[in-house]
């Protein structure tokens, strides 16, 4: 993840002899944490600097937050990404839990660090508790559906323009689906007028927990279920 520093997250990283990292799948099932959150950033200690080849470490709350806000924030060139980023972390400032909040995952790389990858999210929530994953796109048409040098273009040529971005945009929601089951919440400019309800449905995806059902509370669910 990450624009112009990309960082990688594994769940149970190990530096191989070569200087290379890997994921050690024998400790997967004996982590201690769940995937995706502060807990698991705090417990492998950190990011993975795809430049570097190093860790970066992370091993509190208190050092994420700082990661978040002087990193994340600093480098972001959108309004309403540094606009999100506050919010995220006044939330985890106020969580009763924070190492059991899910990472709020800004700029995931669909090529991961290739540098000529094709596409990223604006954020994204992998839900540990769900296995519900989630991006979320701030799609200003200033930025997502602009055509440079109109004058001069006729409005087919324009029409084509737009819609060759807007066939790009549906390849970027279609492709993170079908490959990893991301499905996409895109916030549009009415929608980011106000950016604290963007942000309430984020929220939403970062305090869903699976919640354990009885028999008979599903019985009641399907009596309920009227068929037209």
């Keep these: 993840f990450g624009d112009q520093i990309v ?18 799948h024998s400790e997967i099932r004996r982590a201690q944490y769940e995937f995706w959150t502060i807990g698991h950033i705090a417990s492998v ?30 480098l972001s060139r959108s309004q309403y990404e540094k606009a999100i980023c506050e919010r995220y972390i006044s939330y985890l400032q106020h969580s009763a839990n924070p190492l059991a909040e899910p990472f709020l ?31 979320f796109e701030l799609s200003p ?24 971005q807007w066939q790009r945009e549906c390849s970027k929601r279609r492709e993170y689906y079908s490959r990893y089951g991301i499905n996409t919440i895109t916030f549009a400019d009415k929608d980011l007028k106000d950016i604290d309800s963007c ?13 354990k059902r009885h028999l008979s509370n599903i019985i009641d669910e399907i009596k309920q279920i009227r068929f037209q």
Excluded at 53 to 68: G, I, V
Excluded at 199 to 211: M, P
């Design 7 to 24: 960082w990688g997250l594994f769940i149970a990283p190990a530096l191989l002899p070569d200087g290379s990292w890997r994921v050690d």
């Design 45 to 74: 200690g950190g990011f993975i600097n795809a430049q570097t080849n190093q860790l970066y470490r992370l091993n509190s709350p208190d050092d994420f937050l700082n990661f978040y806000q002087n990193i994340v924030f600093s």
């Design 105 to 135: 995952i800004p700029e995931l790389r669909y090529e991961g660090k290739d540098k000529q990858h094709r596409y990223r999210l604006d954020f994204t929530i992998l839900n540990p508790y769900t296995f519900e994953y989630t991006g």
């Design 141 to 164: 048409s200033s930025t997502h559906m602009h055509v440079e040098k109109v004058a001069g273009k006729t409005q087919t040529a324009l029409n084509k323009e737009l819609s060759e």
């Design 199 to 211: 942000f309430a449905v984020i929220v939403e995806h970062l305090q869903k927990r699976r919640v």
